[in-house]
Each structure stands twice: as structure tokens, then as C-alpha cells.
């Protein structure tokens, strides 16, 4: 079901909701996409259903409802606020295109992304789903995160343990064709409060023009990113 907030009900509320983001939803499917019980998800389907968080298509399956987008339409969220201005920096100081990541359960979803204006590059479209087990972004991703939430993933992952120690010793990660053929980055944590990684900041492109040591490179920029929008967060 993703991440745990200790409080049952609002995790597998949101998990209902993520599942319908991803698609429409009849309830079997439902329970199948979040492992909740069957009469918990029902119930709890119905009742964002009242408050028109979900609603029915003409199959009967639930699909997200108009009162996220109303929701969404008041939120503020200082990190994408920022993000912009600090991609841009990062991408015209490092040359290469940049991105910002955010956990998603078992995948990272690109929130944000500056690219290159020419040449060969790599394209991360913002709302790209990408998995957790490849890439340096899903280092950091991981790095922080206890081993209970990780363990999951590292049973597919590229990367181990071992390395993820190494990311949380250095403060950075990089990956040379662990996620794409070709395809180098170099990423780093932003945290926000109680030191919870909230978000990883990336550059990527190919490993011709990246080197088969990116982070050797292009580290510090992208820990100054990180620290330019941890700022934001305050």
C-alpha cells in the first residue's frame, strides 16, 4: 500500500485513491491493487464516492471524482513552487537535463523537469511513472527510507543494501545504465522535516557525455540544488 502514516484508515483511503489514479477500478480490482479487505475497500470506496472523491464510470468503476481537481485547484506546494527556478539552474549549469522525482509506493513519479534545449538528451516526461529499482533518483528514493519499506524493493532492485549505505554516506548516487542502456545520472535527496527524504533531484543523459563517473562531476551541483530547495520547505 505504499507509505505508513501509522493511522490505518487514511492509509488505505489514500491507497484507494492512488489505485484509481491509475486507471478505472472495478472493486475486485480495487482489492487486488491495494490488498485491503474486500467489505474495508468497499466501504471506504463508497464513501469517497459521497464526498466526490471517486465517482463511477459507465462500466461502474471508480475513477477518480471532480472534487480532487477542486482540492488540487487551493493547494500550495512550496517544493514544485521552487522547482522550477532550481532545474533551470541545474540544468544550464551542468549542460544536461534535469528532473525531480517523488515515491509513489513502489515507483517514482517525475513532478518536475527542465530539458535540454538542444543536442541528444534524455526526455522524462512530468508525470512519468518510473520503478524503484533502478537509477540513481530511486537510490535516493530509497536510501533514507526504512528497511522495512525498502526491503520490497531491493528484492528486484539493481542495486543493494551496500549501496544504498554508500548513497546515505556520500549524500549523493549516481547509475550508468542501471535504469536505460546508455543512460547515465547523478541524483540527490532533499529532505524535509525530521531529515525524511521527500523528494530526489536529477540529471540525466547519455553516458558519452556524462562519463562512467558522473558523480565525480556533477555531485555538487545537485546537492546545491537540493539544499536551494530545501530552503523552500523551510
Not at 517525475?110 to 522524462?124: K, M, Y
Not at 530511486?138 to 544504498?164: H, K
Not at 525524511?196 to 562519463?211: F, H, K, N, Q, W
Request: positive net charge; contains cysteine; aromatic residues 4%.
Amino acid at each position: 500500500m505504499g507509505q505508513h502514516s501509522g493511522i490505518g484508515v487514511v492509509d488505505k483511503t489514500v491507497a484507494i485513491l492512488a489505485a484509481a489514479s491509475e486507471g478505472p477500478v472495478a472493486l475486485a480490482d480495487l482489492v487486488q491493487r491495494t490488498e485491503i479487505p474486500r467489505a474495508t475497500a468497499h466501504r471506504l470506496a463508497v464513501a469517497l464516492e459521497v464526498h466526490r472523491l471517486l465517482v463511477r464510470d459507465a462500466d461502474g468503476r471508480f475513477v477518480p471524482g471532480p472534487r480532487l481537481a477542486e482540492l488540487a485547484s487551493t493547494a500550495s506546494d512550496p517544493l514544485l513552487e521552487r522547482a522550477a527556478d532550481v532545474l533551470s539552474w541545474v540544468r544550464d549549469t551542468s549542460g544536461e537535463s534535469a528532473q525531480l522525482y517523488r515515491r509513489d509506493g513502489q515507483d517514482r513519479v517525475c513532478v518536475a523537469a527542465a530539458e535540454r534545449t538542444a543536442g541528444l538528451r534524455t526526455t522524462v516526461p512530468v508525470g512519468a511513472r518510473l520503478p524503484l529499482t533502478a537509477g540513481s533518483g530511486a537510490q535516493v528514493l530509497c536510501a533514507w527510507e526504512s528497511a522495512d519499506s525498502v526491503a520490497p524493493v531491493l528484492e528486484y532492485a539493481e542495486f543493494t543494501e551496500r549501496v544504498l549505505a554508500e548513497v546515505r554516506r556520500r549524500g549523493w548516487a549516481q547509475s550508468v545504465g542501471q535504469r536505460e542502456a546508455g543512460v547515465a545520472s547523478v541524483s540527490a535527496p532533499v529532505f524535509g522535516s525530521g531529515r525524511r527524504v521527500v523528494a530526489a533531484v536529477s540529471i540525466s543523459g547519455p553516458i558519452e557525455r556524462l562519463g562512467r563517473s558522473p558523480g565525480q562531476r556533477f555531485a555538487a551541483i545537485l546537492t546545491a540544488a537540493a539544499q536551494r530547495l530545501q530552503n523552500a520547505l523551510g
